[in-house]
């Protein structure tokens, strides 16, 4: 079965930092990967996807995220926070099977930034 | 054009008590999930819809809880007799029909229905 798992459940950074949000995930086959953003009182927002193609995904935002197979990886980044960042991010793999796409999601990140 | 909606924002209800909440998906749309989200924890799978069909309920906990989507349009999902830990964010997201010609077809989702269950 496929899993997501995102380390740390509360990241801070300040404004103009470096933005690193962690996510590995299991999958027997290849994975179709999602990074979504939920601001406050809105719904989820994709971010970004890797559906096979290139491994360095960019989103919107100025996010990116990156596919690493060997480290069964999909961390997002962003090179530096802005206050509207401010948002829960979720980490999420797709069992694709006949084209629907049931979503396995991970326990969510909250990023903070400060000034 | 309207994204997907989900009626109402909030519900305070008592054990015991039944809730139905409702999702319009983005008109057009044959596929609707319901998912679930139990606080702290992660987004989890309830069930899936092709039109009216149920494709995928594999998720759903118990049969307190029952989905319709009749007409294929907007769906429901009733929770009857509602029990404490059944509180949580409820989503909907909806997404375009198998043969969209996508290799993957984005699911949208509405801003979800927090319910409580006292």
């Known amino acids: 079965a496929q899993s997501v798992t995102q380390l740390g459940s509360h990241v801070s950074v300040s404004e103009g930092a470096l933005v690193l949000l962690r996510c590995n995930y299991s999958s027997s086959v290849p994975p179709y990967l999602f990074w979504y953003v939920q601001y406050p009182n809105q719904g989820l927002q994709l971010l970004l996807k890797y559906t096979s193609a290139a491994t360095l995904v960019k989103g919107i935002n100025g996010f990116e995220a990156e596919f690493k197979k060997s480290e069964t990886s999909f961390h997002l980044t962003k090179p530096s926070a802005h206050m509207s960042d401010a948002a829960e991010y979720f980490c999420?793999?797709?069992?694709?099977?006949?084209?629907?796409?049931?979503?396995?999601f991970g326990a969510g990140t909250r990023l903070a930034v400060h000034p | 054009e309207a994204g997907v909606t989900q009626f109402p924002s909030h519900s305070v209800i008592e054990k015991g008590q039944t809730v139905t909440l409702r999702c319009d998906p983005i008109s057009g749309h044959d596929n609707l999930y319901w998912y679930r989200r139990v606080m702290g924890k992660e987004i989890k799978f309830l069930l899936h819809f092709v039109k009216e069909s149920k494709q995928d309920e594999s998720g759903m906990p118990n049969n307190r809880f029952l989905a319709e989507r009749t007409g294929g349009t907007y769906s429901t999902l009733k929770v009857q007799p509602a029990e404490l830990e059944d509180s949580g964010v409820y989503f909907c997201?909806?997404?375009?029909?198998?043969?969209?010609?996508?290799?993957?077809?984005?699911?949208?989702f509405g801003p979800g229905t927090r319910l409580t269950v006292l």
């Open positions: 999420a793999v797709s069992e694709n099977s006949g084209g629907y796409n049931k979503l396995i």
């Open positions: 997201a909806s997404s375009q029909d198998l043969y969209s010609g996508l290799s993957y077809n984005e699911q949208f």
